[in-house]
């Protein structure tokens, strides 16, 4: 797919003040750090539309891009960052439980993973919610570029065996390296095929 457009919208925290769900709507998710809005940049090609930073809890809110006036693009605040108290752990939990229930036009979820961790319980706890709530997903197993394809490979291995432990049907999956633009043509060739349908 080609990416015409892209544009920041809003920022909101809640579900309810985000743009009309008029537009199919993908939305990423995954721990603090494991790259959502850099991926986000790599995809639409625009560096710096996203915040990024080098240190968690960068993203607060719930950001909606805008894509080719067609979709919309969603990049939000991730968990499990440590240094977070209990009170603002909670607040995450209730702005996503809310706009995961909030969004008829969300398509998909995609989960960020970083490639290099083994599989740690608060992804598969928030996978199997999603799962139980009916919730399409597919996992993107992020920054490939920062260790060997072997490593990769190995690594995906483990997850996914560990995942076969839960599931009887794994989800799709996509590696992807914002640094490299690895992964960029089949997530979006992922996302045009979803919009189609
Ligand atoms: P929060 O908003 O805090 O939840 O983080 P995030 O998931 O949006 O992560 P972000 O995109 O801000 O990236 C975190 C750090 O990882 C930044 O220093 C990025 O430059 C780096 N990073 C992200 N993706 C990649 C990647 O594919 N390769 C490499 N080498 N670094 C990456
Ligand atoms: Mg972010």
């Known amino acids: 797919m080609l990416i015409r457009d892209a544009r920041f919208l809003t920022s909101n925290s809640r579900a309810d003040l985000c743009p009309a769900p008029t537009l199919p709507e993908y ?3 995954g721990r603090s750090n494991v790259g959502k809005s850099s991926l986000l940049n790599m995809l639409t090609g625009r560096k710096g539309l996203a915040k990024t930073s080098a240190s968690p809890g960068k993203t607060q809110l719930i950001n909606h891009f805008l894509i080719n006036e067609e979709w919309y693009l969603v990049d939000l605040p991730g968990y499990g960052y440590a240094k977070v108290s209990k009170t603002a752990r909670a607040e995450w939990t209730r702005m996503i439980n809310f706009y995961l229930r909030h969004r008829p036009n969300l ?4 989960v960020l993973i970083d490639s290099r961790h083994p599989p740690l319980p608060a992804d598969l706890e ?3 919610k999603l799962g139980e709530e009916g919730i399409p997903f597919v996992m993107i197993f992020t920054k490939i570029d920062k260790q060997s394809t072997a490593q990769t490979k190995a690594l ?5 065996q560990k995942m076969g432990e839960t599931w009887d049907e794994l989800p799709r999956y996509f590696q992807t390296s914002a640094e490299t633009a690895a992964g960029r043509d089949e997530v979006l060739a992922f996302i045009a095929d979803v919009n189609k349908q």
């Open 27 to 29: 939305a990423f998710i």
């Open 107 to 110: 398509m998909c979820v995609c």
């Open 126 to 128: 928030f996978m199997e």
């Open 156 to 160: 995906l291995a483990t997850y996914l």
